[in-house]
C-alpha cells in the first residue's frame, strides 16, 4: 500500500523550532521529487518548500528563506523539514507530497516552482501551531 505519513507538529511558542517528518512507503521514493505544502485556516493550500529526486534542487517560498530547511534521507526513505524561529503566521496544517519524473527535467521543474498541483501522492497532514 502507497503511503505518506507526516509527523513531528505540534504547538510551540514563537521563535521555537519543529522538525516535520515525512515517512514514505509503497513505491521508489528516491524516483519522487517531494514537496512541502501547508494551508492555514481560509486560505489556499501553497507551496513551502520543495526538493528535487534527483540533483536535490530545492525550493524555499520566501516567507521562510532562511528559517526552514528541506533534506531528504533516500536509505530512509523519508523527507524532512526543519522549522526554526517560527512565527503565528506559520501556523497551518502542513502536508508533504511525492511526484514521479514524466521526463528528465520534469521533477526539477516540479520542485523549482513548488505549486501543489500534479502530485502522485499526498499525506495526510500534521498540525503546527505557533503560539505568540
Known amino acids: 500500500e502507497v503511503q505518506l505519513v507526516e509527523s513531528g507538529g505540534g504547538l510551540v511558542q514563537a521563535g521555537g523550532s519543529l522538525r516535520l517528518s515525512c515517512a514514505a512507503s509503497g513505491f521508489t521514493f528516491d524516483d519522487y521529487a517531494i514537496g512541502w505544502f501547508r494551508q492555514a485556516p481560509g486560505k489556499e493550500r501553497e507551496g513551502v518548500s520543495c526538493?528535487?529526486?534527483?540533483?536535490?534542487?530545492?525550493y524555499y517560498a520566501d516567507s521562510v528563506k532562511g528559517r526552514f530547511t528541506i533534506s531528504r534521507d533516500n536509505a530512509k526513505n523519508t523527507v524532512y523539514l526543519e522549522m526554526n524561529s517560527l512565527k503565528p503566521e506559520h501556523t497551518a496544517v502542513y502536508y508533504c507530497a511525492a511526484v514521479r519524473s514524466r521526463v528528465r527535467i520534469y521533477t526539477i521543474v516540479v520542485a523549482t516552482t513548488c505549486l501543489p498541483v500534479g502530485y502522485d501522492y499526498w499525506g495526510q497532514g500534521t498540525q503546527v501551531t505557533v503560539s505568540s
Open positions: 526538493i528535487s529526486d534527483s540533483d536535490g534542487t530545492t
